[in-house]
């Protein structure tokens, strides 16, 4: 079977062509000063149906698959990852909704108008996600929230923030994930709700938007303010880990095909010793390696995208490209960086902003000693 057919095609080469033109200049200029994804850009995504990709046509979506949403994803990530990234606001379906928030929701997300974030980790919760300790305590008609939560991106642009909070202790050690549930906070875009404080993380990447510590002192929320049944939060967290794998493997490939490109564009252009380093073997031999992984992380994408779109589990296999891109990033965005010499060492090309993003890939989504421990239990059973 033929992965890209005539519709995908279109696809890819419109987001291809967006990518370069409208996100390429604008992530040149915004990410060396950590400047903040423009609106007028992500309005440009809304009138694609970027953020509806996977949405239902009957909620105003593009009623697509996994498989379109990996391909867009990889040409957004080509350009700058965090715009790649910010479509999964629109397309992490939530789990446990009911027919009433999609009927609500959904046509607002699908058009960009309703952009959430999700707040998961914690100081003690990042790998280890059934740790979550940020307490929700049914208070009368509402719920009060204390705790403290780390990780969450977009906190501040977001209209929403899906929040998993513990709503009873666990009762069985080895069902800790038993307990905690997930609500929906409603906030104004730009700021905090009262009861909310959030502090800016200093990361080294990731740029186009900011990532938060949140703090939550008895913030108050309606009791109608859970999504889904109590205490089964973590099932629709681990609901959608296939698609979140698939998509990050697409931002990995999307970053080493960048990578790749402006490494075959610059020794052509770039002389020593009287000729284009293109000549010299070494480096020859080194794009073609580079190449050649690059495309092996592909085929297991589309893989792993058409297994999600035919409903048939391939957790396994989603640990697996998620893995493998991940690590494959790294190497071919430094290697991208080490042809570029001392040049790939500055903020005048966008090989260094490749190479840093590339690194993140391996440790969010699940890290990659996570993604092995998954496919080995997957080959030999868990581990007691």
């Known amino acids: ?85 910010i479509i999964a606001r629109g397309n992490s379906l939530w789990g446990g909704v009911t027919e009433e928030h999609k009927r609500r929701y959904f046509p607002k997300i699908a058009r960009g108008e309703w952009l959430g974030a999700f707040s998961l980790s914690e100081a003690d919760a990042g790998s280890d996600l059934a740790n979550v300790q940020c307490k929700a305590t049914r208070d009368g008609d509402s719920w009060m929230i204390n705790g403290s939560k780390t990780w969450c991106t977009f906190a501040d642009g977001a209209d929403y923030i899906v929040l998993f909070a513990r709503t009873s202790p666990p009762k069985d050690p080895k069902r800790r994930h038993v307990g905690i549930s997930q609500f929906l906070i409603q906030k104004e875009r730009g700021k905090f709700p009262e009861g909310i404080t959030g502090s800016p993380i200093r990361k080294i990447g990731y740029f186009g938007w900011k990532t938060f510590e949140l703090h939550f002192d008895n913030f108050r929320l309606p009791a109608h303010a859970l999504l889904g049944e109590e205490g089964r939060g973590f099932y629709a967290m681990m609901n959608g880990l296939e698609t979140a794998r698939v998509h990050t493997a697409a931002r990995a490939i999307g970053l080493a095909r960048g990578a790749l490109e402006d490494s075959l564009d610059y020794v052509k252009r770039r002389a020593q010793f009287g000729h284009p380093i293109g000549e010299f073997q070494v480096l020859r031999f080194k794009l073609a390696e580079m190449a050649s992984n690059i495309e092996a992380a592909r085929q297991l994408m589309y893989f792993c995208a058409n297994e999600i779109d035919s409903k048939r589990r391939c957790d396994k296999e989603a640990s697996m490209v998620k893995w493998f891109a991940s690590e494959m990033a790294e190497r071919v965005t430094s290697d991208a960086l080490q042809i570029h010499g001392g040049y790939g060492y500055t903020k005048d090309f966008p090989i260094e902003r490749y190479w840093r993003d590339a690194r993140l890939t391996k440790i969010f989504e699940g890290t990659s000693q996570i993604q092995l421990r998954v496919i080995s239990d997957r080959l030999l059973g868990p581990l007691d």
């Open 1 to 85: 079977m033929n992965f890209i057919t005539e519709e995908r095609k279109l696809i890819q080469d419109t987001a291809r062509e967006f990518a370069m033109k409208e996100v390429m200049p604008i992530a040149n200029e915004l990410d060396p000063v950590q400047g903040e994804i423009p609106m007028s850009l992500r309005d440009k995504m809304a009138e694609l149906g970027y953020f509806g990709i996977l949405i239902p046509e009957e909620y105003d979506g593009l009623g697509l698959g996994v498989s379109e949403y990996a391909l867009v994803t990889e040409e957004l990530a080509r350009a700058w990852m965090s715009v790649a990234s």
